[in-house]
Every structure is written in structure tokens, then in C-alpha cells.
């Protein structure tokens, strides 16, 4: 199966999505969840954006798509069309099924299928 998929498949990679955070996490400052700026690139998209205040954990920006590493990452999506998103951590050690904000899924995901794939990885 693998060795089919890996045949089958283009990778592709974006190493870094939060170079100012990630920096601050290499100073010192652990599971942090924003940007130098204050946002949590998590909560910056379209779906389910909400207003929250600035000093919140989980402040998602001004509006949808503010902050240019969330543009960013849209404009690859909509240029690779990808069949998968695989979005790492650095503070956490877990593997999320849409959506990991919420206990409720989007409509039309195979969810059989994506609990396969989880039970498979032991996630």
C-alpha cells in the first residue's frame, strides 16, 4: 500500500508556517500558539472565524486571511489542490480529524475512512 501511494503521490512542503512564533518557541516561550503579532494562524481562516479579543489565546485576527502567513498557505491550496493536509505542531504531540477546535466535523468528510487512517497510524 505505501510503496503504491508513494508512487502515486507529490509531496508537497511547507517546512514553516510561523517563523516569528516558531523563533519565539526557540527563545524560550513553549506552545506558543501566535504570531509576534498576537494571532493564532489556526483560528485566521474563513471557516469559523470569529471576533476575539487581541489579549485572547485564541485571538484569530482583525478578519479572515489578516495576517499573511494564512494567505499564504490559502494561495498554495488553491494552487495545489491538495487531496490531503497534514498541519504539525510544535508544542503538541497529537494527530487532529477535522476539526481539532470543535467537537463536530464538516459536512461531506469520509469519516469512516479518516478513522481508518487514524486506527492504521495508532493515532
Known amino acids: ?3 503504491i501511494l508513494c508512487h502515486r503521490s507529490l509531496l508537497q512542503l511547507i517546512p514553516i508556517e510561523n517563523l516569528d512564533g516558531r523563533e ?10 501566535r504570531t509576534g503579532s498576537g494571532v493564532d494562524l489556526n483560528r485566521n481562516w474563513g471557516h469559523a472565524w470569529a471576533p476575539a479579543s487581541k489579549h485572547s489565546e485564541s485571538y484569530g485576527g482583525a478578519k479572515p486571511f489578516s495576517e499573511p502567513q494564512s494567505q499564504y498557505i490559502r494561495e498554495r491550496a488553491e494552487e495545489w489542490n491538495p487531496a490531503a493536509f497534514i498541519n504539525t505542531h510544535s ?3 497529537a ?3 477535522p476539526w481539532d477546535s470543535r467537537q463536530s466535523v464538516g459536512s461531506g468528510l469520509p ?4 478513522q481508518s487512517l487514524m486506527d ?3 493515532a
Open 24 to 33: 519565539l518557541f526557540e527563545a524560550g516561550e513553549v506552545c506558543r500558539r
Open 91 to 93: 508544542g503538541e504531540w
Open 1 to 3: 500500500f505505501w510503496q
Open 120 to 122: 492504521s497510524v495508532g
Open 111 to 114: 469519516m469512516t475512512q479518516l
Open 95 to 97: 494527530v487532529y480529524i
